[in-house]
């Protein structure tokens, strides 16, 4: 069963992204699951550090984009959205290349919090990073 309050628009969402730190760093959302939302960020010199190696900010911001667009993907957003609260990430294996694909998945729904896992895995499908962010609920204004 679905968690959306409406059927998702992947084009509104990647538009809704233009002119941002999101469509800076080249992030995008590919897909949308009963639960889930999956997106890419490429590792190129947008996203990367000085050693070449995908920056653990810009790991953390992909993360913070993919749950925080599916938290208010739950809402009623003439109503209430999601803003984030807390966010922390480990980052486990480097990614010097190619498109980082991330998946942000659902842990709990409440009333006046969200919290979502975020994996973002390398070309090969091997983790590189893992996030949970928690998101406040709050009325929109």
Same mark, same amino acid.
């Given at each position: %069963?679905?968690?959306?309050?409406?059927?998702?628009?992947?084009?509104?969402?990647?538009?809704? %992204?233009?002119?941002?730190?999101?469509?800076?760093?080249?992030?995008?959302?590919?897909?949308?699951?009963?639960?889930?939302?999956?997106?890419? %960020?490429?590792?190129?010199?947008?996203?990367?550090?000085?050693?070449?190696?995908?920056?653990?900010?810009?790991?953390?911001?992909?993360?913070?984009?993919?749950?925080?667009?599916?938290?208010? %993907?739950?809402?009623?957003?003439?109503?209430?959205?999601?803003?984030?609260?807390?966010?922390?990430?480990?980052?486990?294996?480097?990614?010097?290349?190619?498109?980082?694909?991330?998946?942000?998945?659902?842990?709990?729904?409440?009333?006046?919090?969200?919290?979502?896992?975020?994996?973002?895995?390398?070309?090969?499908?091997?983790?590189?990073?893992?996030?949970?962010?928690?998101?406040?609920?709050?009325?929109?204004?």
């Amino acid at each position: %069963m679905t968690i959306w309050f409406s059927t998702p628009d992947i084009p509104a969402a990647n538009k809704a %992204m233009e002119n941002t730190a999101c469509s800076n760093l080249g992030i995008e959302i590919t897909e949308v699951g009963d639960d889930w939302v999956k997106g890419t %960020m490429p590792a190129d010199s947008r996203t990367f550090q000085p050693i070449g190696l995908v920056h653990g900010g810009a790991n953390v911001l992909f993360a913070e984009t993919l749950g925080s667009m599916a938290a208010n %993907m739950c809402l009623d957003n003439s109503k209430e959205y999601a803003v984030g609260q807390e966010i922390n990430a480990n980052h486990l294996r480097g990614v010097r290349s190619g498109t980082p694909t991330g998946v942000a998945k659902i842990v709990h729904r409440g009333r006046t919090s969200q919290v979502w896992e975020i994996r973002i895995y390398n070309d090969e499908e091997k983790l590189s990073c893992i996030s949970r962010l928690t998101m406040a609920v709050i009325p929109a204004q």
